[in-house]
C-alpha cells in the first residue's frame, strides 16, 4: 500500500474534489477534515469518504459549489443554513461566529441546518478546546436504529462530543457514536469481507448478525440498550428537530448519488468556562490526576493522540484500489 505524507494525502484529496464540482474552499476545508481522520486511525470517516464526497457533489445530492449562511436571532443563538452544502464549510462558519458571540454572553448554541456527514465529531469540539472553550456536539444521521423494540430504523447513529480544555496537556475529548459501532466501521467490514462483532446489529428480521453486508440492510444496536435508545432520541430532537433537518427517518443516504440531499443537522452548546468556574481548570486537573493515577487508565481519545503524532512523523497508508481509484478521477 502507497504511504503518503499528510500533506500529499491532502493535496490528493482536495484535487478531486476541483474536478468534481466543488468550490477551492471548500474542497480544502472537506479535504483537511478527512486527513485528519486518517491521521487518527479513523479510516471509516477518512480518504476512503474522498470518493462518495466526490460522486455526490457530481450528481447534487450534496451541493459543492455553496457557501453556508450564517445568522445570530438572539445574543447567543448562531444559525447556519448549510444549503445542502458540506457539513464542514457550515460549521466552521458557525463555530467561528461562536467563539466571538461566547467572549460577551460566556454560552452560546449553534444549529447547524441542511446539512450532510460532519465526520468526526470530536475534531470541531477539540479545535474549540483549543481555544479554551468547554462545547458539547450533537449530530444526527440517516436512519439506522430502530425504536427500542421496534424493528425499522428510525434514528441515525447519532454521534455526541464533548471537549474541554485541560492543564499541561493536549484537549480531553470524549467522541463517540449512539451505535454499539459507527455505520462507517460496518460499511468498511462489508467492503472488505469481513464479519462483523456478534452485537453490533440485527438483520431485517430483528436477529443478531455478524455478516457486514446483512447488517447494512438491518438495524445497528444502540449502545446501552433502552436507555442509549432513549438518549439517541434526545439527540435526533437536538440536532433535527432544533435546526429544522430531517430527522434519521426522512434523510437520504450519506452515500447514495440519486435522490435529495440528505439535509440533517449538527447542534453545538459552547462554554466560556471561567465565568462559570474561575479555578475550573484547575479542578479538571484534579479529577484528570485521580484517574491516570488508577493502573490499567487512560483518558479518552490518548490513542488517537498517539496515532496522529505517528502519522504526523511517518504518513499513512491507503489501500491501492482506492489510491488507484482518486488517481483516476484526476
Not at 447547524?112 to 456536539?137: M, P, Q, R, T
Not at 471537549?163 to 451505535?179: C, E, I, K, Q, T
Not at 436477529?207 to 457486514?212: M, Q, S
Not at 432520541?233 to 428537530?241: F, G, Q, T
Request: with cysteine.
Amino acid at each position: 500500500m502507497p504511504v503518503f505524507q499528510l500533506n500529499e494525502l491532502k493535496e490528493l484529496a482536495t484535487n478531486v474534489f476541483l474536478a468534481s464540482n466543488v468550490s477551492p474552499e471548500n474542497a480544502e476545508i472537506v479535504a483537511d477534515a478527512l486527513v485528519a481522520a486518517e491521521a487518527d486511525g479513523l479510516a471509516s470517516h477518512g480518504i476512503q469518504r474522498v470518493t462518495y464526497y466526490a460522486d455526490q457533489a457530481k450528481s447534487g445530492t450534496v451541493k459543492g459549489q455553496v457557501a453556508p449562511e450564517v445568522t445570530q436571532p438572539a445574543y447567543a443563538v448562531v444559525r447556519v443554513d448549510a444549503k445542502d452544502g458540506f457539513a464542514y464549510p457550515a460549521i466552521k462558519a458557525g463555530l467561528d461566529k461562536a467563539v466571538d458571540v461566547v467572549e460577551k454572553t460566556g454560552i452560546v448554541a449553534v444549529g447547524i441546518g441542511n446539512s450532510h456527514h460532519c465526520g468526526v465529531v470530536g475534531h470541531h469540539v477539540e479545535a474549540l478546546a483549543d481555544k479554551g472553550l468547554v462545547s458539547l456536539a450533537f449530530g444526527n444521521t440517516p436512519a439506522a436504529m430502530a425504536p427500542w423494540g421496534g424493528s425499522r430504523a428510525l434514528y441515525g447513529t447519532n454521534p455526541i462530543a464533548f471537549a474541554s480544555p485541560r492543564p499541561n496537556g493536549a484537549p480531553l475529548v470524549v467522541d463517540f457514536a449512539m451505535s454499539k459501532v459507527a455505520r462507517g466501521k460496518i460499511m468498511l467490514a462489508a467492503k472488505e469481507g469481513k464479519p462483523i462483532e456478534e452485537g453490533w446489529a440485527l438483520d431485517k428480521d430483528g436477529n443478531p448478525i455478524t455478516d457486514a453486508e446483512e447488517a447494512l440492510r438491518g438495524t445497528l444496536m444502540p449502545m446501552g440498550d433502552a436507555k442509549g435508545a432513549a438518549l439517541v432520541m434526545v439527540v435526533e430532537i437536538l440536532s433535527a428537530a432544533f435546526t429544522g433537518s430531517h430527522f434519521g427517518f426522512e434523510a437520504n443516504s450519506f452515500f447514495d448519488t440519486e435522490g435529495d440531499p440528505p439535509r440533517v443537522g449538527q447542534f453545538f452548546i459552547i462554554f466560556k468556562p471561567e465565568l462559570f468556574s474561575p479555578n475550573y481548570i484547575e479542578r479538571l486537573g484534579v479529577m484528570v490526576q485521580a484517574i491516570v493515577e488508577q493502573p490499567g487508565t487512560r483518558l479518552p481519545g490518548e490513542r488517537r493522540y498517539g496515532l496522529r503524532d505517528k502519522a504526523h512523523k511517518e504518513g499513512v497508508t491507503i489501500p491501492d484500489a482506492l489510491y488507484d481509484d482518486l488517481k483516476g478521477r484526476l
